[in-house]
């Protein structure tokens, strides 16, 4: 897929001028978006993205429409896993309701900027080292094996590297002041923690990078392909965050549905490698074959998710009282749940903590 450089301007441009228009709306009037704004915004977003692929379909074939539909479906699903550490980060630092959208927004556009410099790496490496392969497709079956193997351990946001520097060589305020980024505190600069999450958000989304480029790289080998699927993914992530923010806790196997995703994705890294490689009973996996696998995995998982959500919110008082009474009906530990220790109170971000702890350990 030869990109002309002029194309890759134009993309990248038209990138830009959505989110300054994006930002320009958001600086205007900070406050908490309505559900009908954010219904629209992320219809437009999804739009944008499958007019994208239907124009890449119609110019360049299938093969590479097809490619860029698998990596945007993946990523945008990867994306959606993010939001509950986005969550958890804006919880920890105690976000103004008005002000996260300005700092989801900048937030996403540091996480675009640094995941571009990311995949250009990427992409170069994978030209000149056909090993990688094989690093990425086990490591992306370990990452999937860590986020079913995490289920149990509390949700927590834990400070990355990054944020620890920040706090530790710049001086920053307890209070937030507006939507300021910095103030004057007796003479001296000082940032706010309105900086201090933003860095959060964004070098959370580069670690969960770590898994999703790989992944799209299992999926298409062209940078330009790559770069768009993640740059669709991300934009319309802050309306998503708001329009789904009620649904996260319903999606309670998501990140069984993401792991399995990447689990399938590290096999088909590996099986190509071992096919370039001239094993013979390596096979090709088609990239239809994954699209189906990728779409019907998280259809599942969503559709399971949102069953066992219903079923939980429908036991009756009645039914919870009288497992709590008789242990026989419920649960076999003769003691009483204490409040607060059922199934609805848990910490909805507990998939991404998961997930995120996952990177940790690797």
């Not at 030209?127 to 079956?141: E, P, Q, V």
């Amino acid at each position: 897929m030869n990109i002309p450089t002029w194309v890759w301007l134009v993309t990248i441009a038209g990138f830009g001028l959505v989110l300054a228009i994006d930002f320009y709306l958001v600086a205007r009037n900070p406050r908490k978006p309505t559900f009908r704004e954010c219904t629209f915004w992320v219809v437009f977003y999804v739009s944008l993205a499958i007019a994208f692929g239907v124009g890449l379909l119609v110019v360049t074939g299938p093969s590479y429409g097809g490619e860029f539909f698998a990596g945007w479906i993946t990523e945008y699903s990867l994306s959606v896993d993010n939001l509950f550490v986005f969550l958890l980060i804006m919880s920890r630092f105690s976000v103004p309701d008005r002000y996260r959208q300005k700092v989801l927004l900048i937030g996403i556009v540091l996480a675009l900027v640094m995941r571009g410099i990311f995949i250009a790496a990427g992409a170069e490496a994978v030209t000149r080292f056909d090993w990688l392969f094989y690093i990425f497709g086990a490591f992306l079956i370990y990452t999937a094996w860590k986020l079913i193997g995490h289920e149990e351990e509390e949700a927590e946001f834990s400070e990355n590297i990054a944020l620890r520097t920040v706090r530790r060589v710049v001086p920053t305020t307890e209070n937030y002041h507006g939507s300021s980024l910095s103030v004057m505190v007796n003479g001296r600069r000082a940032v706010t923690p309105m900086l201090i999450v933003m860095v959060a958000i964004g070098t959370t989304d580069l670690l969960f990078a770590l898994d999703s480029i790989p992944a799209i790289f299992g999926l298409t080998k062209e940078p330009y392909l790559v770069f768009t699927a993640n740059a669709f993914a991300l934009m319309g992530l802050r309306q998503l965050f708001f329009l789904i923010g009620g649904l996260l806790d319903r999606l309670v196997y998501l990140s069984k549905g993401l792991s399995i995703v990447l689990a399938f994705i590290g096999v088909k890294l590996i099986f190509e490698a071992l096919h370039h490689d001239g094993v013979p009973w390596a096979p090709e996996i088609p990239i239809l074959v994954s699209l189906g696998v990728i779409v019907g995995t998280l259809a599942v998982t969503t559709v399971a998710s949102l069953l066992k959500s219903r079923g939980d919110r429908g036991r009756t008082p009645a039914d919870q009282n009288g497992s709590a009474e008789n242990p026989a009906a419920g649960s076999t530990d003769p003691v009483a749940d204490p409040p607060g220790s059922s199934d609805a109170a848990l910490d909805p971000a507990d998939p991404a903590a998961r997930r995120s702890e996952a990177h940790a350990d690797g």
